[in-house]
């Protein structure tokens, strides 16, 4: 195996895949189910390994979605990509019990819930029932509130603990551990100051024990800090993955996959070497 190759199984992307007229970044773009379908494809050709599939913005302030519009936006861009030969995991990016279960239906086999099983109180049981994956993602507050002035006393101790807490609920609930991935939220009910923090101390929530996954992708904090608009932030968003990557993320949701993957094959090739411990056949 190249070094390269060896580089590129460190880590996973997971593509954006926003089938909203009003996500932050890409909203309106993928409405039309064969233009979405046509763009997972073309994330997937670029190395996307997990495409998240959205029918809601979480963006701050962002109006509720009903379950019947959402299923509406993301159920034929599932049946799409699952009729089109799909290899890559699809994940349903809701926090809806009857959105993922149908999702899950449809082919989907990875929740990413932004409330961490939070928002609905069927939707762990619907999870672990399927047996699916899914994502615990830490959110101070909703995406109502969530920009109102977050505070915390030390934004890490907090986020882990949440995590943790939110990783044993879900286990209680019958979701198998090893199907587990944790996420710091960033960008959700947190200020700069707060996503730097979490970037630069991400070792420690990997201390949990499970994957975790980061989604910088184009969010305000690369805006506030390099004073670029959303389209211009891809520089901001490789500095963020590939911090994250040396911190122990090894999960990536991006809007851009070849540029990231290139950064963090590159960093996963330099990292590797000097954080393999020495056995006696390589000491
Ligand atoms: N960020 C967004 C949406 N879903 N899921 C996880 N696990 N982690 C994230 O950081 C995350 C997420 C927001 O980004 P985007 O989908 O581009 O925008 P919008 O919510 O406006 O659709």
């Not at 580089?7 to 189910?33: C, E, H, I, W």
């Not at 073309?42 to 701050?60: F, H, K, V, Y």
């Not at 999870?127 to 030390?154: E, F, K, N």
């Not at 851009?256 to 996963?268: G, N, R």
Request: proline share 5%.
């Amino acid at each position: 195996m190249s070094s390269g190759t060896a580089a590129r199984a460190q880590f996973k992307l997971m593509g954006v895949l926003n089938v909203t007229p009003d996500s932050f970044s890409d909203g309106g773009l993928y409405l039309d189910p064969s233009a979405a379908i046509a763009h997972g494809l073309g994330l997937e050709a670029e190395g996307a390994a997990i495409l998240d599939i959205g029918g809601e913005s979480t963006r701050p302030g962002a109006a509720e979605v009903p379950a019947a519009e959402e299923l509406r936006r993301v159920l034929p861009v599932i049946e799409g990509l699952v009729a089109a030969g799909t290899s890559a995991q699809l994940s349903i990016d809701t926090s809806k019990a009857t959105v993922a279960a149908a999702a899950l239906q449809a082919g989907a086999t990875l929740v990413n819930d932004v409330t961490a099983l939070r928002g609905d109180p069927a939707i762990a049981s619907v999870i672990a029932a399927s047996g699916a994956d899914c994502c615990l993602m830490h959110m101070l507050g909703d995406p109502r509130t969530m920009q109102r002035d977050p505070r915390y006393d030390d934004v890490v101790a907090e986020v882990k603990a949440f995590l943790e807490e939110r990783m044993q609920f879900a286990i209680a609930a019958g979701i198998d551990e090893e199907r587990i991935m944790l996420d710091p939220g960033i960008g959700f009910g947190k200020r700069v100051e707060h996503n730097l923090e979490l970037l630069a101390r991400l070792h420690e929530l990997v201390m949990i024990g499970r994957p975790v996954l980061v989604g910088s992708s184009r969010k305000s904090f690369l805006g506030r800090l390099t004073g670029r608009a959303v389209g211009e932030r891809l520089a901001g968003t490789i500095a963020s993955c590939v911090l994250a990557y040396e911190r122990g993320a090894r999960v990536f949701r991006v809007h851009e996959v070849t540029p990231v993957a290139d950064a963090l094959t590159v960093a996963a090739a330099t990292v590797a070497p000097w954080t393999t411990r020495p056995t006696s056949s390589t000491r």
